[in-house]
T-cell receptor
Framework: GAGVSQTPSNKVTEKGKYVELRCDPI?????LYWYRQSLGQGPEFLIY????????DSGLPNDRFFAVRPEGSVSTLKIQRTERGDSAVYLC?????????????FGPGTRLTVL | AQKVTQAQTEISVVEKEDVTLDCVYE???????LFWYKQPPSGELVFLIR??????QNEISGRYSWNFQKSTSSFNFTITASQVVDSAVYFC???????????FGKGTRLSVIA
């Protein structure tokens, strides 16, 4: 079956612009996560959805970042007034809900470059 | 708060050597799950193993083995007879109970030279 897909694979934008990054999780996976990975670092948590609602958005760095998952499947991460420091690979993962510790399946990521 | 430390930033070995990647974790929770992921040059994170905090049995899968020791809060990963295809960045990660986000270490870059 299809894995987690993310579009676009690469996005180059100018400082101050608005961008949207899309994640299509594995069908049937209720949990969806967004992470950000800077060069030479491990992925860092941004936001986590259970179904349509954000269960934990404590990782969003500031109010320029926002994510939605209106129908409980596809999610969009939105970044307003982009800054050069937002340049990173944005990773999406999905998993089944359960007692915990379920394997998270990762997408290939979107590499965002802010010039 | 949870924390994962991978003290080895980069390791380089010659093909067929054995190599161990270290992982030390911190959590106050008694129920937690430990993971290893592989990130090859293509960039996609590949799941390798999950271990829950109540199961300290070591595990072997082909050339891969994992040593979980709660007494030292470590979950080390050994590759036996390394191959060039093992070259990647390896991440250790932690989840506390529930569907919470993964807390990753900074990763260890392994280079296997032919």
């Amino acid at each position: 079956g299809a894995g987690v897909s993310q579009t676009p694979s690469n996005k180059v934008t100018e400082k101050g612009k608005y961008v949207e990054l899309r994640c299509d999780p594995i069908s049937g996976h209720t949990a969806l996560y967004w992470y950000r990975q800077s060069l030479g670092q491990g992925p860092e948590f941004l936001i986590y959805f259970q179904g349509t609602g954000a269960a934990d958005d404590s990782g969003l760095p500031n109010d320029r970042f926002f994510a939605v998952r209106p129908e409980g499947s596809v999610s969009t991460l939105k970044i307003q007034r982009t800054e050069r420091g937002d340049s990173a690979v944005y990773l999406c993962a999905s998993s089944l809900l359960g007692e915990g510790g379920n394997e998270q399946f990762f997408g290939p990521g979107t590499r965002l470059t802010v010039l | 708060a949870q924390k994962v430390t991978q003290a080895q930033t980069e390791i380089s070995v010659v093909e067929k050597e054995d190599v161990t990647l270290d992982c030390v974790y911190e959590t106050r929770d008694t129920t937690y799950y430990l993971f290893w992921y592989k990130q090859p040059p293509s960039g996609e994170l590949v799941f390798l193993i999950r271990r829950n905090s109540f199961d300290e049995q070591n595990e072997i899968s082909g050339r891969y083995s994992w040593n979980f020791q709660k007494s030292t809060s470590s979950f080390n990963f050994t590759i036996t007879a390394s191959q060039v295809v093992d070259s990647a960045v390896y991440f250790c990660a932690l989840i506390i109970s529930g569907n919470t986000p993964l807390v990753f270490g900074k990763g260890t870059r392994l280079s296997v030279i032919a």
